[in-house]
DNA sequence: GTTTTAAGTGAATAATAATTCATTTAATTT
DNA sequence: AAATTAAATGAATTATTATTCACTTAAAAC
């Protein structure tokens, strides 16, 4: 028998991401998918269900994806600076390289696709670094502000740098990371 | 002869904006935005073109009207902190209050229907507010940050906010708002 | 109050897109 | 190397959605 072409996976989702991020999910058609990825339409649905189970399917990856690394090579013996900076640093550079990701997490968020399970999922992904932010409070090394806020403030500025590389085609060198790393710390360090 | 109602172009725009909330703009249907607007799908081809051109006028009045109110009650003669503060709290609060205009930028942004004179258009909304932003570094009031980055931090922490608002159902009271000025404040201010 | 004109309607039609399926292709087994 | 099995194909079918249009309604002009 014909094995399955484990690769085709992987090609479909490149090619949702591609299409997404150049025509909104509203914009693609399975058939452009398909073509995309260079296979037949019913190819597509010998390894999805229907367009419904596609798009369900590559949000769980691109959330599962989102969540791994950010503690990665973070060092819980560290001062609180050095092991948020780190995190930092992770989150950044994974929202630049993998932007079209994020993109499609916040279209799939509003479509008629979406469940909550995904959505909590999403939230939980900042648990760990709710945790961090407490260490830092309690050592009285950042400001005492709700950590949902302070969260806010820091991811928010994260997205943005990630949209702006994107959008207007800039380059985040290591210093211009630094810089905005140094905005950030100045924002929530005690004062 | 009967005089075409003006208030049903408001009501498309405002059914649309409602739904495209709930489901993205992948998931409506010209019908359904009829229905939502409580008139025949037919009518809604009596004030706009097709699908795409609603799309476009929607977008367009959305960017029009996030650029108004970005100065309101700003004096120029007031200090920099003041003037920047104030100017902060104008864009949070129509962000929060017209949560679902951004969101449906966003997600025509990413459609086949955006140009690029929209997309150049709302980045020119932002114009006033670097020319404030020169005025506090040649004071030395705030750092000495390529402004298209400083903005970054300023919007991205804005934005977050907004979103946090609308996705979590949390209140941002003004005692929050304050507190995430103070960040943002820190962030920039000069050391 | 009759006529005129354009708005408003929603079922009918046209266009587009999702999904299926008869057929072909290529591994694997015997 | 023939038989078997499931993947792959893409045209055909089905479903959905955009758009039109013959008709109705209501305001304005006369």
Redesign the pocket.
Known sequence: ?????QN?VEAVYKAMLVLVRQRGLA????????REA???????????????S?VAALTDKCVQHMAGGLFKDYNADNDFKTGFQKIWMNIVRHRIAFFNESLFIEQSFHSPFLNDEIRLALKKNFDPLILLLQRGKDEKTIKDIDSFWMLAFIIGGINEIARRVNYFNKKASQQVLETNFQMCWDGIKAT
Request: proline share 3%; net charge positive; aromatic share 10%.
């Open positions: 028998m014909k094995p399955k072409d085709k914009g693609i058609t399975m058939a452009e998918v398909a260079k296979m037949a339409t019913g190819t597509l649905y010998i390894y999805f269900k229907n367009k419904e596609l």
